[in-house]
């Protein structure tokens, strides 16, 4: 190829720059988190990508105009080169703040298909949970095996509204504390649970949307939605997705175990994935830390303390920050698709 010549330049840069502008989204990434994994599959369409810019500037070299853009293949090579012949020590320097903002909301995009199908497995079990409950409200005891949720919904909202004293002076920090270590608990069970081939881990996805299905129609037959919105958004706007991208981790680890479509050993697969389950985890604790403050400060109060519609307004701006947070932070060039042609 470097020997070619070059018949009809715009005809070779419109062909080639598609490959240039990946084999730069790759260095751009690459340059944002030097850390970032990339399996056997991506190392190759990168280094393909640099042979063939490297030989197009080669080719572009015998061609005695375009000066800019045989400058930006110059800088485009010089880049690939630095990062296909690196010499940094690893492990490279944490930095809590660039793998808060950059590497774990990039970690859970580049998994969506595993978010959304723990999304859509808790929707199967909260529908499941609700229709059960309206069709046989006596399944209650079975279907909310909590003891505060076993009461009419009525009795507790009519209690909790005319409340006289705090029934947490003095234990918030407590309780908080509480929460914040049983939900982190519940979240490393489901995403261990991915090692049974991942089924424990849609059990617990399902048994979780039964409970909130279950709750949800409980109290809005009785007429008590704000009640109900009010007291969970606050804090699930956090707990409910933490708990998803959970089994989110679950199932990759249940794809690695499987290993369908892959001649790589268990081992290899398992080493390949842990940095990614490692970053969600810990995303997961971090996000259940906030759901537990708030809770225990915030969700437990009600009206007349806390306006319905103030809990509910605080609720979506969190959950609206929490969303735009995962799908929009660390932008820039996403992960580049996997790609094994050498064309």
């Known amino acids: 190829m470097v020997g070619a010549m070059i018949i009809d330049l715009p005809k070779f840069i419109a062909t080639e720059q598609p490959y240039w502008d990946e084999l730069d989204r790759w260095l751009r990434q690459l340059e944002d988190d030097p850390g970032g994994p990339m399996d056997i599959a991506q190392a190759r369409r990168f280094h393909y990508l640099y042979e063939r810019a490297a030989a197009d500037l080669g080719r572009l070299n015998t061609f005695a105009s375009e000066p800019e853009m045989r400058r930006f293949l110059e800088t485009l090579v010089a880049r690939a080169y630095g990062e296909v012949h690196e010499t940094r020590e690893q492990p490279h320097r944490f930095r809590p703040w660039h793998w808060l903002t950059v590497v774990f909301p990039r970690t859970f995009r580049r998994h969506a298909e595993a978010f959304w199908l723990a999304v859509a497995i808790t929707i199967a079990g909260s529908t499941f949970g609700g229709l059960a409950l309206a069709l046989d409200p006596d399944a209650k005891p079975v279907l909310l095996p909590f003891s505060h949720l076993q009461m009419d919904p009525r009795e507790r909202v009519a209690r909790e509204e005319k409340a006289k004293t705090d029934r947490l002076a003095g234990n918030k920090a407590e309780f908080s504390a509480f929460l914040m270590t049983h939900n982190t608990q519940v979240s490393l069970y489901t995403m261990a649970l991915g090692m049974t081939w991942a089924v424990g881990t849609v059990l617990m996805l399902f048994y979780n949307g039964v409970i909130l299905g279950a709750v949800a129609v409980d109290y ?42 892959t001649r790589q050993t268990l081992a290899e697969r398992l080493r390949a994935i842990a940095p990614d389950l490692t970053t969600l985890i810990f995303g997961v604790a971090l996000m259940l830390v906030w759901a537990g403050f708030i809770e225990s400060f915030f969700s437990q109060y009600h009206q007349p303390v806390i306006p319905y519609a103030v809990k509910i307004s605080f609720g979506v701006v969190e959950l609206t920050a929490l969303s735009l947070f995962l799908w929009k932070a660390g932008a820039g060039p996403d992960q580049p698709e996997k790609r094994e042609d050498g064309a």
């Open 220 to 261: 809005m037959r009785t007429g008590e939605t704000p009640f109900l919105v009010g007291w969970l958004l606050p804090h699930g706007s956090f707990e409910i997705p933490a708990i998803l991208i959970a089994g989110q981790a679950g199932l990759i680890l249940g794809r690695a175990m499987i290993g369908r479509g």
